[in-house]
């Protein structure tokens, strides 16, 4: 074992061998095998905002089998998604890479300010499927936190008692935050610090911009002067704020993306900023299948070093 990936399981001590087990075959598994890094392809948003606008840009994704294809042709380190997903297409791929449940997803069919998930999955779904991991998406700031909270901290418990890794994505999102405020760098700072609190294995945040939503959090950043000023300055404290880098930070890939180079830029000030890595949805699934192969090869290459 590559002594990167050691290092990151030495900060998971207190787990179980299984569920150290279940972190190793995430770290040792496709192109950036050992490497401390990740790329993982979720595929949640046929769930979280309908199939068309998900798929009909590549009709080849309303197929389950299309995204495990893709997954492991371009060499992921796990697939994610809601249980249907998973079960239309894990007896064909079983084994072949790492699974990821989603356990909990939100629609737009009933788009509220203030969003609860709805519990879709269970730890036992993912043993039962094979899945190394489990997870579950927090929403910091709605008036339902509360709720998820305790919801997410109950998943991470079995998951924990069951030997799964728990994936916690955390978004700001609710009444009291503005929309430049999701994307804060107190806030994703903060909404990373939840995570890692209720016991996550691995962290999925949004990309950090250089706005900082509350003002009793700005007089701290001007007072003690925490560079953010680029991409990479803001990842190293988001993942600083995930127990001083002891917790695997990761970062969505956002809306679908038209000019390459910006995305290829991020993961750039991703890689630079300390960050472990990208889980990138619909830009990958929604290009055509021999594009987002070439796409993802260049992001994994970014993450191993082989690009500048």
Known sequence: MEAR???????????????????????????????????????DQGF?????????????????????QLAI????????????????????????????????????????????????????????????????????GSANAQIMYQQCREMIAEAKANGLVAVVWSYPRGTDISKEGETAIDVVAYAAQIAAQLGAHVIKVKPPTQHIEQPEAKKVYEKTGVP????????????????????????????????????????????????FGSIIGRNSFQRPKPRALEFLSTVMKIYSGELK
């Open 5 to 43: 990936v050691r290092e990151i399981l030495s900060w998971y001590a207190s787990d179980s061998p299984g569920t150290r087990t279940n972190l190793a075959r995430l770290l040792n598994h496709g192109r950036l095998a050992g490497t401390g890094r990740l790329v993982i392809l979720p595929v």
């Open 48 to 68: 979280e905002h309908g199939p068309a606008r998900s798929f009909a840009v590549n009709p080849p994704g309303y197929d389950p089998s299309y995204h495990f």
């Open 73 to 140: 042709a371009a060499g992921c380190n796990a697939y994610a998604a809601p249980l249907g997903f998973i079960e239309a297409g894990v007896a064909e791929f079983a084994g072949e890479i790492p699974l990821i449940l989603k356990i909990n997803n939100h629609d737009l069919l009933h788009d509220e300010k203030d969003p609860l998930s709805a519990v879709t999955g269970s730890v036992k779904d993912a043993l039962r499927l094979g899945c190394v991991a489990v997870g579950f998406t927090i929403y910091p």
């Open 228 to 275: 953010i000023s680029t991409l990479a300055e803001r990842v190293r404290h988001v993942v600083q704020s995930a127990f001083d880098g002891r917790r695997v930070v990761i970062f969505s890939g956002g809306a679908t993306k038209e000019n390459d180079e910006a995305i290829y830029e991020e993961c750039r000030g991703i890689r630079d900023g300390g960050g």
